[in-house]
């Protein structure tokens, strides 16, 4: 593929649902609105996956190439009396959540045509969506610092716009609360690229890859600062408990994209800018990472045991299946980054599928409650087979796209060595056994037994929209778990350039 189509891509892929966003609020007919929304998103999915045509990673990281060699980029003048640059660019590392972030919009838009959830006009959710889209894509894609800062940004206002206009019963408060944390990890983000910008006197994270331009104790506070920023917003524990009630509360296609994309910002952040702008700093506060990322598999794990809401429990799980991935990344080896980075696009596959498939169940019988969700398989035998498939594929089953991020973490720990370092991975290894435990209580709960009077009431049938929307997220996560090479392959490269730059 030619630099220009690989730039006109790149430009298209926000381009495409911002146009959409403002197209969709235009149009009066709700509908009609929702449709060209989809269509949309449909487009931008199609614009990313040429993408990795132009992939060539020959060379990325040797001496004589930077450590951050995207495939393609677009480098504009932004703001030249600040030196800003309008710079994009995408590689092995980003690609694939590029990907999902796409593939997940659509879905949620398309979602809408069959189902609207009440609190508002479906054409304004549709164009919340997108322009969330936009904010998230754009992150996974800047390659200037502030430039990424500000589509950190963007996704704020619409995500709170989606809970606190379609959300639950204390929608409200929920919001507040994604708003508030969301902002105390932002003020601590915008700290963070400021120390980089004015000590290194550049913006750009080509350059900065590797720590060019920050000495020992600018690393250090750099990456105190933008870690704790992405930390919030993947979540970490203990800065995690907006998550939960931001999940419970927001209507389907929000759980959707918190979950399958939202989080994935800050983890991504942290190996694209934390780690890699920052390496000593990344080296010096690995072992607090790696204890704080066990204590979120374990914290998750124990609450979900003990919920007994239905999306409540999901949003915990989130907690706990995150905690898997900062734990690859505390590794700082190319085992555990290749964990961490399969393990995000796993997540966001099947707990995208559960939100959905929790939404269907609280739409049919209008409870999240577990202990009034039993016998679901006898009313409703396929709903009860697609969320039983969903909650194997999230407790790591051995051939589905949960197994790998969740294995490997562990046994990058234990190749790090030393007694902390095992410990962490024991720890982790059991909280993976407890994973299973709370899921299979799950499936227990609400599949098996009697129907309760909630459930007797449910009809078998599947709606169109919905089997149209699950598919996707079903094949998915078989070919990502017999197949992971779809998504190691195109990041084994960066991986290693970013390693290379590393104490």
């Known amino acids: 593929m030619s630099g220009i189509v690989g730039q006109v891509l790149l430009v ?32 931008t999915l199609l614009a990313t996956l040429p993408l990795v045509a132009g992939r060539d990673d020959s060379g990325v990281g040797t001496d004589s190439t930077p450590a951050v060699r995207p495939w393609h980029q677009v480098d504009l003048p932004w703001v030249p009396g600040l030196d800003l640059r309008f710079h994009l ?10 990907v999902l972030t796409a593939l997940l919009t659509l879905l949620c838009c398309g979602y809408t045509l069959g189902r ?9 959710l549709v164009a919340l969506l997108l322009l969330v889209e936009v904010g998230i894509l754009g992150t996974f894609l800047a390659l200037d610092l502030v430039l990424f800062f500000v589509f950190f940004e963007v996704v704020l206002l619409p995500m709170y716009a989606i809970i606190a206009g379609w959300g639950g019963p204390d929608r409200h408060r929920a919001a507040r609360k994604f708003a508030l944390y969301t902002l105390f990890g932002s003020v601590l983000l915008l700290v963070g690229v400021l120390v980089v910008v004015t000590t290194a006197g550049t913006a750009d994270v080509v350059a900065l890859t590797g ?13 105190t600062l933008l870690a704790l920023a992405f930390a919030v917003k993947s979540p970490l524990w203990p800065l995690h408990s907006w998550l939960p ?13 918190l979950a399958g994309v939202l989080l994935k910002m800050g983890t991504y952040g942290l190996i694209r800018i934390a780690v890699g702008v920052a390496p000593e700093g990344a080296d010096w506060a690995a072992p607090v990472l790696g204890v704080l990322a066990v204590a979120a598999i374990l914290v998750g794990s124990l609450v979900c045991l003990v919920q007994t809401e239905l999306k409540r429990l999901i949003a915990y799980s989130s907690v706990g299946h995150m905690g898997f991935v900062l734990l690859g990344v505390a590794t700082l080896t190319g085992t555990g980054l290749q964990a961490a980075l399969i393990g995000n696009v796993a997540h966001g596959i099947i707990t995208g ?24 398989r006898e009313t409703a035998p396929r709903l009860a087979g697609v969320l039983g498939f969903a909650a194997v594929a ?15 973490a562990v046994v990058a720990a234990v190749r790090v060595g030393g007694p902390l370092w095992l410990t962490l991975a024991v720890l982790a290894a059991l ?51 017999l197949a992971p090479i779809l998504v190691l392959g195109v990041a084994h490269a960066p991986v290693d350039a970013l390693l290379a730059g590393l104490p």
């Not at 609207?116 to 304004?124: C, E, F, I, L, N």
């Not at 994973?435 to 299979?440: E, F, G, I, R, V």
């Not at 037994?449 to 089997?467: M, T």
């Open 12 to 43: 298209a892929v926000l381009a495409v649902p911002t146009v959409g966003a403002a197209v969709v609020v235009a149009l009066r007919h709700d509908r009609a609105a929702r449709l060209v929304g989809t269509v949309a998103a449909g487009l």
């Open 89 to 98: 660019g995408v590689d092995g590392i980003s690609w694939p959540l590029v």
């Open 116 to 124: 609207v959830p009440s609190g508002g006009s479906g054409r304004a």
């Open 211 to 223: 720590g060019t331009g920050l000495s020992r104790g600018p690393q250090l506070a750099a990456f």
């Open 245 to 257: 009630d931001a999940h419970t509360q927001a209507p389907t296609v929000g759980s959707v994209i």
């Open 353 to 376: 599928l559960l939100f959905f498939l929790a939404g269907a169940v609280k739409d049919r019988a209008h409870t999240g409650d577990l202990v009034d969700l039993s016998g679901l």
């Open 394 to 408: 999230s407790l790591g089953l051995p051939g589905l796209a949960g197994f790998w991020g969740e294995a490997f």
């Open 431 to 481: 909280g993976g056994a407890l994973t299973a435990a709370y899921l299979l209580r799950l499936l227990r709960q609400v599949t098996h037994g009697r129907p309760s009077p909630a459930v007797a009431s449910v009809r078998p049938g599947v709606a169109g929209v919905e089997l149209v929307t699950w598919a996707p997220l079903v094949l998915l996560t078989l070919a990502v778990g």
